[in-house]
């Protein structure tokens, strides 16, 4: 069986500081992993996924997440937010058919 | 490419009754999932289906149908409504499972009182 725990509910953070969200799964075989950002009132997005290689994975809007297999952990990063940032966010674990997700953080950007 | 579409955006329904919320895709993906969003709750697997004709229980079927006649429709069916299917509703799909992208439409806000 495969688990997520998104370590934060919410995050407040300033506009054009860097945000870090915790993200870490269990696993008993070898994992897709996958950040989706929810904006206001919208359907869910891909914003980034590793499926192997570099432990490194860029995405969109200038999110990046590391995959730190000893730690089984994937942490998005951003180095500078703006306000259009404000959204929830939502790690995933996929093996096979079934993608199970975390319970989500709100990043609320403030001027 | 209008993506994966929904209706209705939302609905209220009273304790009881039926209603079967519409999903279509126009990316001739053959998975098609039924996801249900509780506030700090993340999203869980109600129906998902692999083809047309296949489908199967997600972690919370109960008190729902699928149906999957063809590639680009998967209805979700709800009978006898309760207050604990007041939840949004996500539609996706995709085009293979694993590392693949799922695609979500934009919700359907239900409430049952």
């Known amino acids: 069986a495969q688990s997520v725990t998104q370590l934060d509910s919410q995050v407040p953070v300033f506009e054009e500081a860097p945000v870090e969200l915790r993200c870490n799964y269990s696993s008993s075989v070898s994992v897709y992993l996958f950040w989706y950002v929810q904006y206001p009132n919208q359907g869910l997005q891909l914003l980034l996924k590793?499926?192997?290689?570099?432990?490194l994975v860029k995405g969109i809007n200038g999110f990046e997440a590391e995959f730190n297999k000893s730690q089984t952990s994937f942490h998005l990063r951003k180095p500078s937010v703006h306000i259009s940032d404000t959204a929830e966010y939502f790690c995933a674990v996929s093996d096979d058919y079934k993608l199970s997700f975390g319970a989500g953080t709100t990043v609320t950007v403030r001027a | 490419n209008a993506g994966v579409t929904q209706t209705p955006k939302f609905r209220i329904l009273k304790i009881g009754q039926s209603m079967t919320l519409q999903c279509t895709q126009d990316?001739?993906?053959?998975?098609m999932y039924w996801y249900r969003q509780d506030p700090g709750m993340g999203l869980k697997l109600i129906y998902y289906s692999v083809g047309a004709g296949i489908t199967d229980k997600g972690e919370v079927p109960n008190g729902y149908n699928v149906s999957r006649s063809t590639t680009e429709d998967f209805p979700l069916r709800l009978e006898l409504a309760a207050p604990s299917q007041t939840s949004v509703y996500f539609c996706?799909?995709?085009?293979?499972?694993?590392?693949?992208?799922?695609?979500f439409g934009p919700g359907t806000r239900l409430t049952v009182t």
């Open positions: 996706a799909s995709s085009y293979g499972t694993g590392g693949y992208e799922q695609y």
């Open positions: 990316m001739n993906h053959n998975y």
């Open positions: 590793y499926l192997s290689g570099s432990t």
